[in-house]
């Protein structure tokens, strides 16, 4: 039932490129219709022929009086029987569909219809009372979201990915600057968690600015369920958010709930505003700072310098290490699907440092073999040491390991969560870009700890496996 | 600790005094003054115990202050060994421990004025704080005394791990081993229970380069009544097949449980690995510091053992000058525990002991 519900749109698919403003008001709901349709007819004719036998078999008998009691019972059943079918398909398209897509806005519409249909006898009428609705909603990108959502098998559908959402859609209570962020998170042009991080709390910070408490209400009550939580869905919305940004709003949503009921609004909102400002420039700027410090230290005369695309903490690492005077030489190696590190090489040659540049995975080992230590930055460190970054890091890292050298991974303790991923599946996002129903890419994976030899933070430079112990150092902190 | 240090900006003005009081003290002198006056002081001891001397020379009157000029004095006395390895974390130590110290009675005083003792924080910061100081002096000395019982504890909690009829690989002349090896070779008297001596065998791997070390360690444990053989350095993976456990000492321990030793020890690790012979190493916990070398050439500083040169180049040769005591970096995958003086743990505990001590 299902895979047929979810060829239906596929099929149209083509189309909204061609007519983006007529598909998608017609598609989804055509198919939806078909199949309803087909569903109550198909169960519909099974009862019918049944009774029909039931009926032919008692005129033969032509007891009249004595099979009439048989004849009711097998048609009442028939009738049973066709009504359950009826609600069963119905269910399962809505079921189906519910599924398949995690927000109800998207395809929620849809699976409203068809439940309506289920109800009412005829298709056409409510059909056309609940296409008033899903117009309004689905705006014409929608129809290419809707289509890559369908197509992910569903063993991976616990994966998100990120989508724009045109301005439009967005809650009116987003304010400006969040919804700016979140379309520049859902087109990848501002990228690398920290970044992101950063971005999202000088957003909230404009948002406490801008917040009046309404009256007869409390900053510290009303400011999180009301405010923050609406923002904080729209840039989920638009990218899921990644683990730092996670910590940062647990952390943001404690500090508001800190406020003093007493206080009042001017002073709640300078405070909050300030612990903001600190925390950016504690777990941030400095840290970046620090770290950026302790991981040009590994860097020695002679060194070949192997990194896996383009981090900004990479970055500086590598012109840190060369301001101070080391002579060493880099090996930029691309992630063949977003060519960042050619952009990193051409910084690194604009200082005048010896860059060997690789667009893939091609001779990576012997890339490997010239190079001397590898570095990366995490996206985020799980609880059990393993590393979450850059699709591809994984075998890079164990290549190096296999070859002894030694990997070094730049992070901030923000980006370290107590969650656990032994595989890179459990969590992960899926490339808006490259999704089809025959494939699709993911955007990271997850490196385990044995593969890193060092693990540099704002806290010292630990095992990868430690990541846990300095969290606890963090709450000890706090 | 706000009012401390802003009732001492304001109303101290001779604060000239005091540091050209910390400027007269010569720290690197009173470090290797230290050393060479008690040969058994290690070198982050002789590293806290230099930095208590000049605490009880200066005048300072602020917590800030002593932290800074800890500080400064710690980079100074780094700057001046061409190792600073296991100097620097006995000076990390105990500018932690400071920095502990100065913050509790500090706070503890600010939130709750009426303390036990006579309350004098508001009224009178420069007071309180040289309470604070005169404690920390006493508790530094104290905390120094105990530090050098170490190598007795890490004789009690070593012992438990030899047995008898064993024979015990070592190197490198450490007088923790000698000291730990010499005790197990006696019976031990816990208190509870008095535990028999241990009869065990010891093979002596002689390093040319610490001969006379090795030569004093290898007699002390012969007049113990030690059966000891010397074999030299080349001689080690042949052995190793004779041998039941190896045990060594380090200068330093890494923050990932890895050690800082005396060149060689690397080596006698690859090998006791290869063997399958499992590598004890005897430590002090205040040798344990944040330092954290991903392989031997991750050092702040070149130890220059390596110095290639032929015929045609030989002034080559004069340019390098090796490291006068060359250490190598055994990391913690070829460790089986550490003998400490509080515990006996594993490298994966070390490495949690640094973050929580020290980070």
Same mark, same amino acid.
Request: charged content about 25%; hydrophobic content about 40%.
């Given at each position: 039932?299902?895979?047929?519900?979810?060829?239906?749109?596929?099929?149209?698919?083509?189309?909204?490129?061609?007519?983006?403003?007529?598909?998608?008001?017609?598609?989804?709901?055509?198919?939806?219709?078909?199949?309803?349709?087909?569903?109550?007819?198909?169960?519909?004719?099974?009862?019918?022929?049944?009774?029909?036998?039931?009926?032919?078999?008692?005129?033969?008998?032509?007891?009249?009086?004595?099979?009439?009691?048989?004849?009711?019972?097998?048609?009442?059943?028939?009738?049973?029987?066709?009504?359950?079918?009826?609600?069963?398909?119905?269910?399962?398209?809505?079921?189906?569909?519910?599924?398949?897509?995690?927000?109800?806005?998207?395809?929620?519409?849809?699976?409203?219809?068809?439940?309506?249909?289920?109800?009412?006898?005829?298709?056409?009428?409510?059909?056309?009372?609940?296409?008033?609705?899903?117009?309004?909603?689905?705006?014409?990108?929608?129809?290419?979201?809707?289509?890559?959502?369908?197509?992910?098998?569903?063993?991976?559908?616990?994966?998100?990915?990120?989508?724009?959402?045109?301005?439009?859609?967005?809650?009116?209570?987003?304010?400006?600057?969040?919804?700016?962020?979140?379309?520049?998170?859902?087109?990848?042009?501002?990228?690398?968690?920290?970044?992101?991080?950063?971005?999202?709390?000088?957003?909230?910070?404009?948002?406490?600015?801008?917040?009046?408490?309404?009256?007869?209400?409390?900053?510290?009550?009303?400011?999180?369920?009301?405010?923050?939580?609406?923002?904080?869905?729209?840039?989920?919305?638009?990218?899921?958010?990644?683990?730092?940004?996670?910590?940062?709003?647990?952390?943001?949503?404690?500090?508001?709930?800190?406020?003093?009921?007493?206080?009042?609004?001017?002073?709640?909102?300078?405070?909050?505003?300030?612990?903001?400002?600190?925390?950016?420039?504690?777990?941030?700027?400095?840290?970046?700072?620090?770290?950026?410090?302790?991981?040009?230290?590994?860097?020695?005369?002679?060194?070949?310098?192997?990194?896996?695309?383009?981090?900004?903490?990479?970055?500086?690492?590598?012109?840190?290490?060369?301001?101070?005077?080391?002579?060493?030489?880099?090996?930029?190696?691309?992630?063949?699907?977003?060519?960042?590190?050619?952009?990193?090489?051409?910084?690194?040659?604009?200082?005048?440092?010896?860059?060997?540049?690789?667009?893939?995975?091609?001779?990576?080992?012997?890339?490997?073999?010239?190079?001397?230590?590898?570095?990366?930055?995490?996206?985020?460190?799980?609880?059990?040491?393993?590393?979450?970054?850059?699709?591809?890091?994984?075998?890079?890292?164990?290549?190096?390991?296999?070859?002894?050298?030694?990997?070094?991974?730049?992070?901030?303790?923000?980006?370290?969560?107590?969650?656990?991923?032994?595989?890179?599946?459990?969590?992960?996002?899926?490339?808006?870009?490259?999704?089809?129903?025959?494939?699709?890419?993911?955007?990271?994976?997850?490196?385990?700890?044995?593969?890193?030899?060092?693990?540099?933070?704002?806290?010292?430079?630990?095992?990868?496996?430690?990541?846990?112990?300095?969290?606890?150092?963090?709450?000890?902190?706090? | 600790?706000?009012?401390?240090?802003?009732?001492?900006?304001?109303?101290?003005?001779?604060?000239?005094?005091?540091?050209?009081?910390?400027?007269?003290?010569?720290?690197?002198?009173?470090?290797?003054?230290?050393?060479?006056?008690?040969?058994?002081?290690?070198?982050?001891?002789?590293?806290?115990?230099?930095?208590?001397?000049?605490?009880?020379?200066?005048?300072?009157?602020?917590?800030?202050?002593?932290?800074?000029?800890?500080?400064?004095?710690?980079?100074?006395?780094?700057?001046?060994?061409?190792?600073?390895?296991?100097?620097?974390?006995?000076?990390?130590?105990?500018?932690?421990?400071?920095?502990?110290?100065?913050?509790?009675?500090?706070?503890?005083?600010?939130?709750?004025?009426?303390?036990?003792?006579?309350?004098?924080?508001?009224?009178?910061?420069?007071?309180?704080?040289?309470?604070?100081?005169?404690?920390?002096?006493?508790?530094?000395?104290?905390?120094?005394?105990?530090?050098?019982?170490?190598?007795?504890?890490? #004789?009690?909690?070593? *012992? &438990?791990? $030899?047995?008898?009829?064993?024979?015990?690989?070592?190197? @490198?002349?450490?007088?923790? %081993?000698?000291?730990?090896?010499?005790?197990?070779?006696?019976?031990?008297?816990?208190?509870?229970?008095?535990?028999?001596?241990?009869?065990?065998?010891?093979?002596?791997?002689?390093?040319?380069?610490?001969?006379?070390?090795?030569?004093?360690?290898?007699?002390?444990?012969?007049?113990?009544?030690?059966?000891?053989?010397?074999?030299?350095?080349?001689?080690?993976?042949?052995?190793?097949?004779?041998?039941?456990?190896?045990?060594?000492?380090?200068?330093?321990?890494?923050?990932?449980?890895?050690?800082?030793?005396?060149?060689?020890?690397?080596?006698?690790?690859?090998? #006791?690995?290869?063997? *399958? &012979?499992? $590598?004890?190493?005897?430590?002090?916990?205040?040798?344990? @510091?944040?330092?954290?070398? %991903?392989?031997?050439?991750?050092?702040?500083?070149?130890?220059?053992?390596?110095?290639?040169?032929?015929?045609?180049?030989?002034?080559?040769?004069?340019?390098?000058?090796?490291?006068?005591?060359?250490?190598?970096?055994?990391?913690?995958?070829?460790?089986?525990?550490?003998?400490?003086?509080?515990?006996?743990?594993?490298?994966?505990?070390?490495?949690?002991?640094?973050?929580?001590?020290?980070?």
């Amino acid at each position: 039932m299902s895979t047929e519900q979810n060829g239906a749109p596929a099929e149209a698919a083509p189309k909204p490129v061609e007519a983006p403003k007529d598909a998608p008001k017609e598609t989804p709901k055509e198919a939806a219709t078909n199949q309803n349709d087909k569903a109550s007819k198909g169960s519909k004719a099974g009862a019918e022929t049944k009774s029909d036998k039931a009926e032919q078999k008692s005129s033969d008998a032509a007891g009249d009086k004595k099979l009439t009691g048989a004849e009711l019972k097998a048609k009442a059943k028939a009738e049973k029987a066709a009504r359950r079918a009826q609600q069963k398909t119905s269910k399962d398209v809505a079921k189906g569909e519910a599924a398949v897509s995690s927000s109800p806005g998207q395809l929620g519409p849809s699976a409203g219809e068809v439940k309506a249909k289920g109800k009412g006898k005829d298709g056409a009428l409510p059909g056309a009372t609940a296409a008033g609705r899903p117009t309004l909603l689905k705006a014409p990108p929608s129809a290419v979201v809707t289509e890559q959502k369908i197509q992910i098998p569903e063993f991976f559908s616990h994966l998100s990915m990120a989508r724009r959402i045109p301005m439009t859609q967005a809650d009116k209570d987003v304010h400006p600057s969040v919804l700016m962020l979140g379309q520049q998170m859902a087109t990848f042009t501002i990228d690398e968690s920290i970044t992101r991080l950063r971005a999202t709390l000088l957003a909230f910070r404009k948002v406490i600015e801008s917040y009046i408490t309404p009256p007869g209400n409390v900053l510290a009550r009303h400011f999180t369920p009301h405010v923050l939580n609406i923002q904080i869905e729209y840039l989920t919305a638009c990218r899921p958010m990644c683990f730092s940004m996670g910590n940062a709003i647990r952390w943001l949503k404690l500090q508001v709930s800190k406020i003093d009921m007493d206080a009042s609004e001017e002073q709640a909102k300078k405070e909050l505003c300030q612990a903001i400002d600190i925390f950016i420039a504690e777990r941030i700027t400095v840290a970046d700072e620090y770290i950026t410090e302790q991981g040009a230290k590994h860097i020695k005369n002679g060194d070949v310098v192997l990194a896996y695309g383009r981090n900004t903490l990479v970055e500086k690492a590598i012109l840190y290490a060369h301001s101070t005077g080391t002579k060493f030489s880099v090996l930029v190696l691309d992630d063949p699907y977003e060519r960042l590190g050619q952009q990193l090489a051409k910084t690194l040659t604009d200082e005048g440092i010896m860059v060997t540049y690789s667009g893939d995975f091609g001779g990576l080992r012997n890339h490997m073999r010239r190079a001397t230590k590898v570095f990366f930055a995490a996206e985020a460190m799980f609880s059990n040491g393993a590393m979450y970054a850059r699709a591809g890091t994984c075998d890079v890292a164990m290549l190096a390991h296999e070859l002894g050298k030694k990997v070094i991974a730049l992070c901030e303790t923000i980006n370290i969560t107590e969650r656990v991923a032994t595989d890179s599946l459990t969590y992960n996002e899926i490339d808006p870009e490259r999704s089809s129903a025959a494939a699709f890419r993911l955007l990271f994976d997850a490196t385990p700890d044995q593969y890193i030899s060092l693990l540099v933070t704002e806290l010292g430079s630990v095992q990868a496996r430690s990541a846990p112990d300095l969290l606890r150092k963090l709450e000890e902190f706090n | 600790m706000a009012n401390v240090q802003d009732g001492a900006a304001t109303r101290d003005l001779p604060l000239r005094g005091t540091n050209a009081d910390a400027e007269s003290f010569d720290i690197v002198a009173t470090y290797h003054r230290l050393l060479q006056e008690d040969p058994d002081l290690t070198m982050p001891m002789a590293a806290i115990e230099a930095l208590i001397e000049f605490l009880g020379h200066s005048q300072v009157k602020t917590v800030y202050e002593t932290i800074d000029l800890v500080k400064t004095q710690s980079e100074k006395l780094q700057a001046a060994v061409r190792n600073p390895i296991a100097l620097s974390h006995g000076t990390d130590l105990f500018s932690q421990y400071l920095i502990m110290s100065l913050k509790q009675p500090a706070s503890s005083s600010g939130s709750n004025g009426a303390g036990s003792k006579s309350s004098p924080p508001l009224d009178n910061p420069h007071e309180s704080f040289e309470v604070v100081r005169q404690h920390l002096l006493r508790n530094s000395r104290l905390f120094a005394t105990r530090a050098k019982n170490a190598r007795e504890r890490i #004789a009690a909690n070593g *012992r &438990k791990h $030899l047995h008898d009829d064993t024979t015990i690989l070592t190197m @490198g002349g450490s007088r923790v %081993v000698g000291n730990m090896l010499c005790r197990a070779a006696a019976k031990h008297d816990y208190g509870w229970y008095t535990d028999p001596p241990r009869r065990f065998r010891v093979l002596y791997a002689v390093d040319p380069a610490l001969q006379a070390e090795s030569n004093g360690v290898v007699e002390s444990l012969r007049a113990q009544g030690i059966q000891v053989a010397t074999i030299p350095f080349t001689a080690l993976a042949y052995a190793m097949g004779q041998v039941d456990q190896v045990i060594v000492g380090a200068e330093a321990v890494t923050a990932n449980g890895g050690i800082i030793s005396s060149m060689g020890t690397y080596s006698l690790a690859v090998l #006791a690995k290869a063997s *399958r &012979k499992p $590598l004890y190493v005897a430590a002090e916990q205040h040798k344990f @510091g944040k330092t954290f070398p %991903v392989d031997n050439f991750d050092f702040s500083f070149d130890q220059e053992v390596i110095n290639f040169y032929s015929a045609n180049n030989k002034e080559d040769k004069a340019k390098k000058v090796p490291m006068p005591d060359p250490i190598d970096f055994t990391p913690p995958e070829l460790i089986e525990s550490f003998f400490a003086d509080h515990k006996v743990l594993t490298p994966d505990e070390v490495a949690k002991e640094v973050i929580d001590m020290l980070m």
